[in-house]
């Protein structure tokens, strides 16, 4: 897992409104990941105020180093589209430490680490796991079969700077994002980015 590695491309997102239809997809995605870990490590995982934009550029975490969980949606066909879920490097630590049963003042002092040691980067793993499964339920339940989801790993980003993952520049992605909270820890931003993949049923 390259958490060392950084993607370098600057940002400059182009946007318009998706429809209600992609917003209720990416809402429910979003909504999965957040349940799945909230009952994975028993701590509330709250995301709320989804905002869903169809965009022809990938998005960028603010400010701060970032966490990409990348996913892959295979479809029947054999083509694989690429997406991810994005959120500070902080919050994506305060999982993996609860996912290591680890104690509330355990994560606090880890949240501000940035050298990440095997035992952490095992469990960001994990946790890229878990939101490749969630998002997978999500669209079962939504659109119905034909697109298997997993994930592709997880990748430290430069603050502002947008996430690697196989992507055509000008292609529609469709980025939501939501205000989160982990825990007792400040709000943070979410950040999912995925292909236009079909209808809600």
């Known amino acids: 897992m390259p958490i060392g590695?950084?993607?370098t491309v600057p940002p400059s997102p182009r946007m318009t409104t998706c429809t209600e239809q992609q917003s209720q997809l990416s809402e429910e995605i979003l909504a999965r990941i957040s349940s799945d870990l909230s009952m994975?490590?028993?701590r509330e995982f709250q995301v709320e105020g989804m905002q869903c934009e169809l965009a022809e550029e990938r998005a960028a975490g603010k400010d701060k180093i970032h966490i990409?969980?990348?996913?892959g949606f295979r479809h029947e066909?054999?083509?694989?589209q690429h997406g991810c879920v994005l959120m500070p490097l902080a919050d994506a630590i305060s999982l993996a430490c609860f996912l290591m049963m680890m104690p509330d003042d355990g994560v606090k002092q880890k949240r501000a680490v940035t050298d990440l040691?095997?035992?952490?980067k095992d469990a960001l793993i994990e946790v890229s796991n878990f939101v490749g499964g969630a998002t997978d339920a999500a669209l079962r339940e939504a659109i119905g079969?034909?697109?298997k989801v997993r994930s592709e790993g997880c990748q430290g980003v430069?603050?502002?700077?947008?996430?690697?993952f196989i992507y055509d520049e000008g292609q529609e992605l469709l980025v939501t994002r939501a205000k989160a909270r982990i825990h007792e820890f400040e709000e943070f931003e979410m950040v999912a980015m995925i292909p236009p993949l079909g209808e809600p049923q």
């Open 77 to 80: 066909s054999g083509e694989v």
């Open 158 to 164: 430069r603050p502002d700077v947008r996430p690697a």
């Open 5 to 7: 590695r950084f993607a």
């Open 117 to 120: 040691d095997e035992s952490l």
């Open 68 to 71: 990409s969980f990348k996913l």
């Open 40 to 42: 994975i490590t028993d």
């Open 145 to 147: 079969m034909g697109i």
